[in-house]
Nanobody, 120 residues
Framework: QVRLAESGGGLVQAGGSLRLACAASGGTLNGYAMGWFRQAPGKEREFVASISWSGISIMSADVVRARFTISRDNAKNTVYLQMNSLKPEDTAVYLC?????????????WGQGTQVTVSS
């Protein structure tokens, strides 16, 4: 059974940066897209960014595209999310996800989430 474990969340001031990591264990994710969703209190879960196994197909939400960068290291079964110029509205639990194919359409695996809090 594949397990996803996020790390790197925390408290940061507006304008600061954080780098999230999600490590997969218990199996291989060959052919799987990996990426991130986030959920703020009282709001629906929203897509943040995804990257295909090859790294060629990258998608990101409009609200983060200019500030967040997703990457992956298949040798380490890990996906990263570099978040720059953070804003208070980026505060949320960030969840790692994996889905077969090039996009996070039907997510097969979810992580537990890591809290990101941006203070103004």
């Amino acid at each position: 059974q594949v397990r996803l474990a996020e790390s790197g969340g925390g408290l940061v001031q507006a304008g600061g940066s954080l780098r999230l990591a999600c490590a997969a264990s218990g199996g291989t994710l060959n052919g799987y897209a990996m990426g991130w969703f986030r959920q703020a209190p009282g709001k629906e879960r929203e897509f943040v960014a995804s990257i295909s196994w090859s790294g060629i197909s990258i998608m990101s939400a409009d609200v983060v595209r200019a500030r967040f960068t997703i990457s992956r290291d298949n040798a380490k079964n890990t996906v990263y999310l570099q978040m720059n110029s953070l804003k208070p509205e980026d505060t949320a639990v960030y969840l790692c996800a994996a889905a077969l194919g090039n996009r996070l359409g039907a997510v097969q695996y979810w992580g537990q989430g890591t809290q990101v809090t941006v203070s103004s």
